[in-house]
């Protein structure tokens, strides 16, 4: 068997999933045994969620890119790792080879060390789905460098937050990015973005789209030259620091309820098991597969199961750099054809995108490569999951729906391809090691509740009593923040910040946030973020954002806005709040309905109640309940009529 830690049947996974609650450290060490490592740990788990504090695997070392590369080559080293799809269908693809990714890592080291990047320092990297992003993603995990990806769709601005968050004094990046017929001008948002931060020594740029950009003497310089420096100097091998275990391996910026993007830290060895761990046993990868994950790797899902997670398994994964709908909505199915894709995970809202175009993309693609589909991001409608299933799977394909976040590292709830069975709409059990409870309001576990089939039903805020290898450990230069985010709410739990329900077999239907977090196109966007920057307008006196149900999106934003009097709100402010938001976070988190109003619904003590503006929002105008409490009930009315 290719992959000793791979469940076989249900028997099986009933089996270890009893072993890892009874016996975690027992488990994790077999999995763990089963990796490269300079040096065994020293103790398997130490934790504590009260303080909170979680450590795997101590004391242990290892490189997690011999893990990725290196451990392949004696029995694949020619075997495809990588295969790139580029954005426009009539340009030359590229597949890189186990042995030829190495080979291009090493040289990215050292020209990171010529750089004077070391063991430790940040390195931000800003680029589109092109396989450099993947070598320069490993190559700062080879030199032991934390690397901290920022999705190529962020402004300036939001480039600037990470970069001093992190203290980052090294970024990658390209000239540009394709993604379907735009072009993004990735170098002059960085170069806009470093104007504020005089701490970055080095930009190292990527020539990809041949965009014309300006160079800063002394401060940028071109991946490509640098190569050639390194090549001339013919050093070929550059050997993996060794890692401890807890040291990190990455940061990823995420939105939580309140203030600015928060930076998730993951470390090296809980990490890695981990991400292999799930990825063979969710996909039920089998030696040979092509496997394709249509996120971006500037997301946690294209880091562990774009880059890490398939690469530890000696997977042969697909990075494809534009979009499902350029140049037409059979632009996915033509790489499963072209590929011979077996495994594709994709997301809730391009599946929905690509429904509303019919089946007609689809016709005359055979599709009959796919042995396996998977979902993430978002709860998956009935009607997507029916439709992927049905005329992408053509029926015989086992379809996983995973649930889990930024701050999990790994799937945490899923069936497993073929192996458990996959419910529509439920994401199904805990994988092995993950322990679910779903609690109410005051932390008590939530109770069973009859139906009227006789079946009984648990809802509640999702949480973990137990910690996994690929959690998180803290949230960067703020561990208070880390405790109060988390571990606050419930204590002794992680809570996740989802509501859910479980089915009396066990199973689990996650139904989305029950914070001030919104879920946009399975992008996660907090609302005090997007409030804040439609504040900074000078027009605005104040405003709050909701969610409201969305075809496509699975949710859109909805603006409430108010103007200073001074100022007619009109379809001129209207530009200049989307401008603001795309300038100051990113085009993903513009609103998509703006509605001016006089005043927001209130308590006395000044609170605004969102509860009745997501009502408003969705158009559920007759259950705002009891309105009688607020400071201002008439600001009511006044909304309802102006609906948007
Ligand atoms: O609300 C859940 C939703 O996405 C959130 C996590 O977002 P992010 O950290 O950006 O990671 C997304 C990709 C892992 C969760 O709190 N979510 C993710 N997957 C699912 C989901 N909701 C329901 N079902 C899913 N399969």
Not at 153 to 172: K, N, W
Request: hydrophobic fraction near 35%.
């Amino acid at each position: 068997m290719a992959y000793p830690y791979q469940i076989q049947s249900k028997e099986q996974y009933d089996a270890h999933y009893r072993e890892s609650v009874e016996n975690p450290e027992g488990f994790w060490a077999e999995v763990a045994g089963h990796f490269q490592w300079h040096k065994p740990w020293e103790k398997v788990l130490d934790w504590s969620f009260e303080e909170p504090r979680i450590e795997w695997f101590r004391g242990g070392r290892l490189n997690i890119t011999e893990n990725c590369l290196d451990r392949h080559l004696e029995q694949q080293g020619d075997r495809p790792a990588i295969i790139w799809e580029p954005n426009d269908p009539g340009s030359e693809g590229l597949t890189l080879s186990y042995r030829q990714l190495l080979d291009k890592v090493m040289q990215l080291c050292h020209v990171l060390r010529r750089n004077g990047v070391q063991k430790g320092d940040r390195v931000c990297i800003y680029m589109g789905m092109v396989p450099e992003l993947a070598i320069a993603t490993l190559a700062c995990a080879r030199i032991g460098a934390i690397h901290s990806i920022v999705f190529g769709g962020f402004s300036a601005r939001s480039i600037t937050d990470r970069l001093e968050d992190a203290q980052a004094a090294f970024v990658i990046t390209a000239d540009g990015a394709h993604r379907g017929n735009k072009a993004i001008p990735l170098k002059s948002v960085i170069d806009e973005a470093l104007e504020q931060c005089a701490f970055v020594k080095k930009v190292i740029v990527l020539r990809h789209t041949g965009t014309a950009i300006s160079m800063k003497e002394g401060r940028d310089c071109y991946w490509d030259e640098e190569v050639k420096q390194v090549a001339a100097a013919g050093k070929p091998f550059f050997p993996a620091e060794s890692m401890d275990a807890e040291d990190p391996l990455f940061i990823l910026y995420t939105s939580g309820s309140t203030g600015k993007p928060k930076g998730v830290v993951h470390t090296c060895g809980g990490y890695m098991v981990y991400a292999s761990y799930s990825f063979v046993n969710v996909f039920q990868y089998q030696p040979g597969d092509v496997y394709f994950c249509t996120a971006d790797i500037g997301w946690i899902t294209g880091h562990s199961y774009i880059v890490y997670g398939p690469l530890l398994a000696g997977a042969t994964t697909l990075i494809f750099e534009g979009i499902p709908t350029w140049p037409d909505a059979g632009r996915f199915w033509d790489i499963v054809d072209k590929h011979r894709v077996n495994i594709l995970y994709t997301a809730p809202t391009a599946i929905r995108s690509l429904m509303s175009f019919g089946t007609e993309p689809i016709e005359g693609h055979d599709l009959s490569s796919l042995k396996v589909l998977g979902s993430v991001g978002e709860p998956i409608n009935e009607e997507a999951w029916q439709w992927f299933h049905e005329h992408i799977g053509k029926g015989r394909c086992p379809l996983v729906d995973t649930w889990w976040q930024t701050e999990n590292g790994g799937i945490l709830i899923s069936n497993l391809a073929g192996v458990t069975p996959a419910i529509p709409t439920f994401a199904t059990l805990p994988l092995p090691g993950i322990q679910p409870v779903l609690v109410d309001e005051k932390g008590a576990p939530a109770q069973p509740v009859k139906q009227e089939d006789g079946s009984s039903i648990t809802s509640g805020n999702l949480c973990i009593r137990f910690p996994w290898p690929g959690m998180f450990r803290t949230t960067y230069g703020d561990h208070e923040r880390f405790r109060q985010n988390y571990f606050a709410a419930y204590p002794g739990l992680y809570f996740s910040g989802d509501g859910c329900y479980r089915d009396d077999k066990g199973n689990y239907r996650i139904t989305g946030r029950v914070d001030d977090v919104l879920n946009v196109s399975g992008h996660r966007i907090g609302t005090a973020e997007v409030e804040n920057a439609i504040n900074s307008d000078p027009s605005v006196i104040e405003s709050a954002i909701v969610g409201y149900p969305h075809d496509i999106k699975g949710q859109g934003v909805y603006a409430f806005v108010v103007c200073d009097p001074e100022h007619t709100p009109g379809e001129e402010a209207r530009k200049a709040i989307l401008q603001t938001v795309t300038h100051l976070i990113g085009a993903i988190a513009k609103p998509d309905k703006i509605q001016f109003v006089s005043g927001l619904p209130k308590t006395r003590s000044g609170k605004i109640m969102r509860r009745i503006l997501r009502k408003i929002a969705e158009g559920a105008l007759d259950s705002l309940g009891d309105t009688s409490t607020l400071l201002d009930p008439g600001v009511v009315e006044e909304i309802k009529a102006g609906r948007v």
